[in-house]
């Protein structure tokens, strides 16, 4: 449909979210994604849109919720330490059952930590990503063309969902060139959100966009509720790209960047004769934990790779659920692992050949 | 018979939560009489703060939003860039817009965002049972004030429409009092100005209402009234801080 065209993994996605129907960015310069902003300040003014530079990251996320409220496409865009401060924000949003797209271009930690790629952001984003009980949708490309789709997949689910999507990426996706396809086009029929405070014209009543539930009990059901949604999603929406697993004695489980690197490392086990394989989580919530409990009645053991001194594996630990022995391999700091390295720990497992 | 007194349509009949003698009530009264009387209602959205109005939400008959401790005039200029059409105001009070939401108060302010804030003074924090605001007066005791603010630690309160009328986004700073009905009619004309000058796109106005805590003061509601006069106005001074409606902020000569 698209001629194939090179661009910076931020720029393509920011690109992405214009094609997606999305009018309004508000955010606040961070590197490493900083050319989100840098694109969308170009191009928003000439379509019509909104590009908003914020005094906060606190200030850009709330900007969000108030777009989200009154019914339109809105996300941010920002990197680990700016993600902290948008918590706050992120909670009341899911809390009020809005829509909308975060972006986290992870860069290293904790504190100021550093700016070369990381993904140490897996548990706040996953687990935490403010106070009380819930849970966002959260992608996890590996390329340009995933940073692309993904953002449609993304507003899509929020929508549907009602409730905010995050795409994981990272310093070193956000700044690499790569060919990419905008497959789909120009998103106009977005849906109808019945429920947004964008005026009632006196033709209905007034509409409430609020977490607040001073009721306990209330709130225990509303919360519930939410959870039964999760589940739903939980069951529907997993999604992970396997990758020689069939005949696989170990698998490596990787997402983002590091699965680029990992894909390398399996491809010369196998030429060495060890049966590697890889699973690719490209949701990370929800965690796709039902291919990883299928291969481990299959495989003999697992191997988290990740730019972190180990979040996900967690995650992988769960759904193998003791049947396998789970390793781990972590670099961080902003050091990215070497296909050398990995392939290392997977001679290790197999039977220690060195 | 004819009749001279009627509840507002910009005002739902949830009756108000607020403690006796609170101005809560009058000054909610006011900004529902303006929606009225503009025939606003149907298009504006209303942004709720955390603080003693934190449940206007249930209180106005427009569309309204809860927002985050002092992050109204963030999640307002979201909702304004996203339906420029819409009157959008926010409703706060002092701990919420001169503390913990100063950065987006100014910062909406300087944008010359096109929105109304109503801004509630009443020198503590009520729902919380009653602590040091950044606008409590010089030797006033609050809770955490208990020999009264000592402004070599507690520092002073901050003038918001002083501060904020030196800013160029500024169409329209006054301050105003709900003590006496002369007050309360001279409120009204300021709260009507607000929300014409957004109407008429000239940029960002804010109307501070100096108001009575009467259960965190520990007076009855008339010896606050009292109190409010002897104690806040001097501090407080009434009038207009700021007045560019006639060309708006977005003009440049």
Redesign the interface.
């Known amino acids: 449909m698209a001629d194939k065209v090179l661009m910076k993994g931020n720029e393509a996605l920011a690109e992405a979210a214009i094609k997606a129907g999305c009018r ?1 960015f ?1 955010g606040y310069p961070i590197t490493p994604q900083t050319e989100i902003s840098a694109h969308m300040s170009k191009r928003m003014p000439k379509i019509g849109g ?1 590009y ?1 530079q ?3 990251e ?3 996320i ?11 496409r ?1 996300m941010t865009s920002s990197s680990s330490p700016g993600i902290s401060l948008k918590s ?2 992120v909670s ?1 949003i899911a809390g ?1 059952d809005l829509p909308c797209l975060i972006i986290d271009v992870m860069r290293a930690g904790p504190g100021l930590g550093g700016i070369q790629p990381s993904q140490s952001d897996y548990w706040q984003v996953t687990r935490a990503l403010g106070h009380g009980d819930f849970q966002l949708l959260v992608f996890a490309p590996s390329t340009v063309q995933e940073m692309v789709d993904f953002v449609f997949d993304a507003f899509d689910m929020a929508d549907k969902y009602r409730m905010p999507a995050v795409i994981l990426a990272d310093g070193m996706l956000g700044q690499m060139m790569e060919p990419v396809e905008f497959r789909r086009g120009d998103v106009t029929d977005l849906p109808e959100k019945p429920w ?8 209905r009543e ?7 539930y001073i009721d306990p009990p209330a709130l225990e059901k509303l919360v519930q509720e939410r959870y039964k949604k999760y589940e739903q999603i939980k069951e529907t929406e997993q999604k992970a790209e396997e990758y020689l697993t069939e005949d696989a004695d170990i698998i490596v489980v990787a997402y983002g960047a590091s699965a680029r690197i990992v894909k390398s490392a399996v491809n010369s086990a196998r030429k060495l004769g060890l049966k590697a394989g890889m699973i690719r989580p490209i949701t990370l919530w929800p965690f796709p934990d039902k291919v990883i409990t299928r291969r481990a009645d299959t495989a003999k053991a697992f191997l988290a790779v990740e730019m972190s001194m180990g979040q996900m594996v967690d995650d992988v630990r769960l759904a193998v659920g003791g049947k396998k022995p789970v390793h781990f391999f972590g670099r961080t700091g902003g050091i990215i692992p070497t296909p050398a390295e990995v392939l290392e720990q997977i001679k290790t497992i197999l039977g220690g050949a060195k | 018979m004819a009749v001279v007194f009627e509840k507002t349509k910009a005002l739902t009949d949830i009756p108000f939560h607020y403690c006796p003698g609170c101005t809560h009530g009058i000054i909610h009264r006011l900004v529902a009489e303006v929606l009225d009387e503009l025939n606003l209602t149907g298009r504006t959205i209303g942004v709720a703060p955390v603080g003693c109005a934190v449940f206007a939400y249930n209180y106005f008959n427009c569309d309204m939003i809860e927002a985050a401790h002092g992050r109204a005039p963030a999640v307002a200029t979201g909702v304004k860039r996203a339906r420029p059409d819409s009157i959008v105001f926010t409703y706060q009070g002092d701990g919420d817009l001169a503390a913990i939401g100063t950065a987006e108060t100014v910062h909406s302010a300087t944008r010359g965002e096109n929105i109304t804030i109503i801004f509630v003074n009443n020198a503590i924090y009520g729902m919380t049972g009653g602590q040091m605001a950044p606008t409590t007066l010089p030797g006033q005791i609050t809770q955490t004030t208990p020999y009264g603010r000592d402004t070599n630690t507690a520092g002073y309160p901050v003038r918001i429409c002083e501060m904020l009328s030196t800013l160029d986004g500024v169409a329209y700073a006054e301050r105003v009092s709900v003590d006496t009905v002369k007050n309360i009619a001279t409120a009204k004309k300021a709260v009507k100005k607000a929300f014409t000058a957004q109407v008429e796109g000239k940029g960002f106005s804010i109307v501070e209402v100096l108001s009575t805590c009467p259960t965190n003061w520990g007076l009855t509601p008339i010896e606050a009234l009292d109190w409010l006069r002897a104690n806040m106005i001097p501090y407080y001074p009434l009038g207009v801080y700021k007045d560019k409606t006639e060309k708006g902020v977005k003009h440049h000569d």
């Open positions: 309004h508000f909104t908003l914020a005094e906060s606190i200030a850009a709330n900007m969000v919720l108030g777009a989200a409220a009154a019914g339109v809105a706050e924000g009341y009020s947004a405070a964008c005026g009632h014209q006196n033709k007034h509409n409430i966009v609020n977490s607040l």
